[in-house]
């Protein structure tokens, strides 16, 4: 059944989305039938409000669908941009006088419960049709495919070689269980729709893939259904679902920013929808030499000839009547970049655009990618998180124009952090925080955060209303969804802790720490128990804010975490591993908590220092764990013979990583403390070959990073001390060349020494 005089009235048109082509084959068809109803794939819990979607917003935009129950959490998009076949087929449907229908399940139903995005390609399902495909045509993926067939050619014929094409690829494919579902009800509603209209046309618009299901489903009569529309399906009543328009933008729709739907390069193929192929290329090859120009990367005139000259030989090369954009994007590439490519080129591939791409091949793929934002009608309902966000912003007197200085002992400036933090929880731009209280830092009662617009912040709000009404319901949703989601993730539930405290929610917090300290008798990764053990003590010490400092909840799992990481500190083997910040930062923490918190919570002090003694003794540990065992015994009172426990770790691959653990655990101790060490640690490196040296110096420099600037001037007037010399100690801490580098050179001057003395050449110092 073709796309032109189907039988019982209906024509089916199935379409690639976001294509040009395809839209003006809807417009055309509909110009043509003047159809009684237009079916269109899409939402249909959304049939009673087409007239806010068709309210006269600026394009693109999107429906956004959120979903929350008990047993899952669903959040999709189906966008809309000026040349979607869907969008072109409700206005121009309406225009000539159409009753509009969606006919799809709702996007928040479990048929489509793994899309993103409800108008994604469906080439995972086809993948070996279009490979072959793209062999016989000598084309490298499937977007090239499409513009080869379809977009850059005449629209002559366009229905049926779309007809030919997509029965190709769905004759090959099995659909699951999802696509039948929705093809199942889709159907019904055709049905429906054909027997309403008495004999008038109908226009059926669905994806390409659904096309040879719709019309074998519907090939049969009427059936036994009625004239009735087919039930809406609603969500549970425990559920918790909307759906809202929000406004989209180009960079969202492109794939190659990761959008699931196949069409890349949006304002290309917009140029295309209002000029056509050919002028779409020349601006496009306009567009890129502009955007290489503001970014300072030289474009001559002589360039941009090379390339529109490649760029039409491609063209005429691969049969195209007009320049594809894979034509123009490879005609610029060979005249603009003059050096190896690293990577395949993007348009080449399939999938996002990848790390270290060159710099001029990504300003051309943003050049096609385009900045335009849609803007919502001003008539356009909104949900009540979006007006409640504003009233809370204007409440705390935050107008998103100036920085934000706040007192957190203050109680209005605590309670716009507190704002602010819910409103980062959320995802919801507009302030960025400069600084504040951080784990692992020192108690800081201030906070600074500056302004940060962002085209996307009423999407961001509106699709955060997902989650509730209110900021408060919507963050405190959002915090459950998340230690649901987490398990037993304690470094990320940890992160979550500090996030609660922040944002002012003592019952969440609460909920967290159980999360945590049901997963601390079981976690097996010492740098996460760290990282909890620190954001539990860090609350536990100095939130007052909160008032959670001092409290049970936390003082219980502190103690657990101290217990559970020094029984992992023992177990760890590894005689050669490098220095590992992670574990060390772990060991800092149950230091910390030992400490600060060992005679409140009755921690084992002695317990600590007889697992110290035993892991700085074991060989079979690693240098850097032995190093902060000793390390944690220092700091926590009992002094050791540490000048004489570094002579036994002054292997040059072993050195530095004992010392990072050492530093790391008792750099006060070190530097206020007998200099003996620093002298020990001073002769073992003058002692080193240059050879030695080279090996250890990486280790070394990671070790006295450990010390803050005061701290490491004190360790450089100590070796000027035992060296002597009238430069101030500060200038033993700058050096006009990389170490390595100066290190290396002095290997290098010790083997042509021992070359030179071998052959006879010169015999004792080159002075």
Request: proline letters at 7%; one cysteine or more; a negative charge.
């Amino acid at each position: 059944m073709s796309a032109t005089g189907a039988p019982g009235g209906v024509t089916f048109l199935g379409v690639r989305h976001h294509s040009p082509a395809c839209a003006r084959l809807v417009a055309a068809t509909v110009t043509r039938l003047r159809p009684a109803y237009v079916l269109v794939e899409g939402p249909a819990d959304l049939n009673g409000r087409m007239d806010e979607l068709l309210l006269g917003h600026e394009l693109p935009i999107a429906v956004f669908t959120a979903h929350r129950d008990g047993t899952r959490r669903h959040a999709s998009w189906s966008p809309f941009c000026a040349y979607s076949p869907e969008w072109v087929a409700l206005t121009a449907g309406r225009e000539a006088g159409a009753q509009l229908r969606f006919i799809d399940l709702p996007a928040w139903h479990p048929a489509l419960a793994d899309r993103a995005n409800r108008y994604a390609d469906a080439d995972q399902r086809y993948a070996e049709a279009v490979r072959r495909l793209c062999a016989t045509l000598a084309v490298d993926n499937v977007d090239a495919l499409w513009d080869h067939l379809f977009e850059i050619g005449p629209d002559d014929g366009l229905a049926e070689r779309l007809d030919t094409y997509f029965d190709v690829l769905r004759g090959e494919s099995a659909a699951g269980d999802d696509d039948t579902a929705r093809e199942a009800y889709m159907a019904r509603w055709v049905r429906a729709a054909r027997r309403r209209a008495a004999g008038r046309p109908v226009l059926v618009v669905t994806g390409g893939f659904h096309r040879p299901a719709l019309v074998r489903l519907t090939a049969d009569g009427d059936g036994a259904d009625d004239d009735d529309w087919p039930e809406v399906p609603t969500p549970a009543p425990d559920a918790v679902a909307g759906s809202y328009l929000v406004p989209y933008s180009f960079r969202r729709l492109d794939a190659f920013v990761g959008y699931q739907s196949g069409m890349p390069s949006p304002a290309y193929y917009q140029r295309v929808w209002e000029d056509g192929p050919r002028r779409a290329a020349e601006a496009l090859t306009e567009a890129v030499a502009a955007r290489l120009r503001t970014r300072r990367q030289p474009v001559s005139t002589a360039d941009l000839i090379a390339a529109r000259s490649m760029a039409g030989g491609l063209a005429r090369l691969r049969g195209h009547v007009h320049p594809g954009r894979v034509d123009v994007l490879d005609g610029l590439v060979s005249a603009l970049v003059t050096d190896a490519l690293d990577q395949p080129l993007p348009w080449a591939t399939r999938g996002t655009l990848a790390p270290g791409a060159h710099p001029v091949v990504v300003e051309m793929v943003a050049a096609l990618s385009g900045d335009r934002v849609g803007r919502l009608h001003p008539d356009t309902p909104l949900p009540p998180l979006v007006h409640d966000v504003d009233a809370e912003l204007e409440r705390h007197r935050i107008d998103g124009r100036a920085p934000v200085e706040l007192d957190l002992t203050d109680a209005d400036d605590l309670a716009r952090s507190r704002l602010l933090h819910r409103l980062r929880l959320l995802d919801v731009p507009g302030h960025a925080r400069e600084s504040g209280p951080r784990v692992g830092a020192d108690a800081l009662l201030t906070e600074r955060w500056s302004p940060a617009p962002s085209a996307d912040r009423l999407a961001r709000v509106i699709e955060a209303g997902g989650y509730g009404p209110t900021v408060l319901d919507a963050v405190t949703a959002r915090i459950e969804e998340r230690v649901t989601l987490l398990g037993a993730d304690v470094d990320a539930l940890a992160t979550t802790l500090f996030d609660t405290a922040l944002a002012g929610l003592p019952e969440h917090s609460t909920r967290t720490l159980t999360a945590i300290a049901r997963a601390t008798g079981a976690v097996t990764d010492l740098r996460a128990l760290g990282r909890a053990l620190a954001v539990a003590l860090a609350l536990w010490r100095h939130d007052g804010l909160l008032g959670s400092a001092g409290t049970a909840p936390l003082g219980a799992l502190i103690t657990a975490a101290v217990r559970r990481a020094l029984w992992l500190v023992e177990g760890v083997r590894a005689t050669a591993a490098p220095a590992d910040p992670g574990r060390l930062t772990a060991l800092v923490a149950v230091r910390d908590a030992v400490r600060h918190a060992g005679p409140a919570l009755g921690l084992d002090r002695d317990g600590a220092l007889a697992v110290a003694g035993r892991v700085a003794a074991d060989p079979a540990a690693p240098p850097d764990l032995r190093g902060a065992a000793l390390g944690l015994a220092w700091s926590l009172g009992d002094v050791p013979d540490a000048a004489r426990a570094v002579r036994a770790v002054a292997a040059p691959d072993t050195l530095g990583d004992w010392l990072s653990g050492l530093f790391a655990l008792a750099r006060e101790e070190v530097v206020s403390g007998d200099a003996a060490l620093l002298t020990v640690v001073d002769e073992l490196l003058a002692a080193m070959g240059a050879h030695d040296f080279l090996v250890a110096l990486p280790a070394l420099r990671q070790a006295f990073g450990w010390f803050p600037p005061r701290e490491r001037a004190e360790v450089a007037r100590h070796v000027q001390a035992l060296h002597g010399g009238d430069a101030p100690p500060g200038d033993l801490l700058r050096l006009d060349a990389d170490p390595l580098l100066v290190a290396a050179a002095r290997a290098v001057e010790e083997r042509v020494d021992a070359v030179l003395t071998r052959e006879g050449l010169w015999e004792g110092d080159r002075t």
